[in-house]
């Protein structure tokens, strides 16, 4: 028969460390008054620790030690959990007042995504949320995340659906974090970009680490994160500290057209607007995508540039007429994948979004 893991025990009350004083000085004889002259404290301190009006220090421990011959730390132990039982059970009745709250909360979809354990508890639930943003309590998540003023709110893409939103770019900080990158540097980081535009013909096991180093060497951490449910979202650029810049993908749409669109997307965000604002780019950020205004529109024309000079799209297109050939020999040209050239023929409505996808290479995150 399998051993089944014993669940803690956690009572949904406290005793103070006085029931347990008293219980010894019944079991010695001894009356409080006694114990206060032994121990030089006042009687009505004694009275206190007894009732739990008042702890017990840890000076007042070495003094028991002394006068009952139990171990100070015996007595500092039982004032450590009682203050920390008080403070859990008084979390508890917080977090119980925010059932109705955590109806709003994607706990289910983060559980499916291994990101959080499954629990029973309504209070259980709210807990391991909130370890997995890594803060305090409630007021401090919302204050994070939810505050009309929070540089992640300004988004529109993140107002659609923000408690998910939230959770996705999240997981993007978690898997950053563990990502080792030098100082960011402006002109190493430009540089790199031009030895990725050749690697999106490459397949995503030469790519991917290849991205990773690159970018971690120019101080930005690259991290792929699936989209969670109702999104929508096809990346994200943040600043994690003023050397450390964040690039987040989802791999919504799933075709390298798409994919490499956001990534120098995202990368113009990073070299060309301030440390402190946050993108996060939705349905509107598509393969060559958009229709965007200001600093949105700004990455669109720096990822087009990047991918496909101006001059050498303006000769490509005066053609007129493009076929398989046609396509991949410029795209050999460029030294980039095919699918990015068709992505931006049929962005500029050059030839109908049916034609020539299969040109383009699809990806999808592995089980592993």
């Known amino acids: 028969m399998a051993n089944k893991k014993k669940k803690a025990f956690c009572p949904n009350y406290t005793v103070p460390p006085g029931e347990t004083l008293r219980e010894t000085l019944d079991a010695m004889g001894m009356s409080q008054a006694e114990l206060a002259a032994r121990t030089g404290r006042p009687k009505k301190t004694i ?26 730390s015996f007595w500092n132990n039982l004032e450590r959990n009682y203050g920390e039982t008080l403070a859990r059970l008084k979390e508890e009745r917080a977090l119980l007042e925010q059932k109705e709250f955590i109806k709003s909360l994607p706990i289910s979809t983060l559980v499916k995504a291994g990101c959080l354990p ?62 080792k990158c030098k100082g960011y540097n402006p ?3 430009r540089t790199s970009l031009d030895r990725i535009r050749s ?29 969670l449910p109702g999104t929508h979202v096809y990346g994200a650029t943040r600043w994690l500290n003023p050397n450390k810049a964040l690039i987040q ?7 390298d057209d798409y994919l490499w669109f956001a990534f120098f997307h995202e990368a113009g965000h990073i070299l060309l607007h301030g440390k402190k604002e946050v993108f996060i780019e939705q349905e509107e950020a598509r393969s060559f995508g ?6 949105e529109e700004e990455a669109n024309q720096f990822a087009q540039n990047i991918l496909i000079p101006a001059k050498d799209y303006e000769v490509f ?9 046609a396509i ?6 460029l030294r980039i994948a095919p699918g990015i050239v068709v992505g931006r023929l049929q962005h500029d409505q050059l030839i109908p979004f049916s034609h020539f996808n299969d040109l383009k290479k699809r990806f999808q995150f592995s089980d592993n």
């Open 47 to 72: 009275n206190e620790i007894i009732t739990g009006k008042t702890a017990i220090t840890a000076e007042t421990a070495l003094q028991f030690e002394r006068v009952l011959g139990v171990a100070a």
């Open 118 to 179: 499954k629990k029973e508890s309504a209070v259980e639930k709210l807990q391991s949320f909130l370890n997995f943003f890594g803060v305090a309590g409630l007021r401090e998540w919302k204050a994070r995340w939810l505050d009309p003023q929070a540089a992640y709110y300004k988004s529109a893409a993140f107002r659609s659906k923000p408690e998910t939103v939230a959770a996705w770019l999240r997981m993007g900080e978690i898997e950053a974090v563990k990502l």
């Open 187 to 189: 002109g190493s980081f």
């Open 199 to 227: 690697l999106t013909a490459e397949a995503p096991d030469v790519f991917e680490p290849e991205v990773k180093r690159l970018c971690a060497e120019a101080g930005v951490a690259i991290v792929f994160i699936p989209e």
């Open 249 to 255: 993908l989802s791999l919504r749409g799933k075709s």
């Open 290 to 295: 958009g229709t965007g205004n200001g600093k």
């Open 317 to 325: 297109r005066r053609r007129g007429y493009f076929d398989v050939t």
């Open 328 to 333: 991949t020999l410029f795209a050999d040209k």
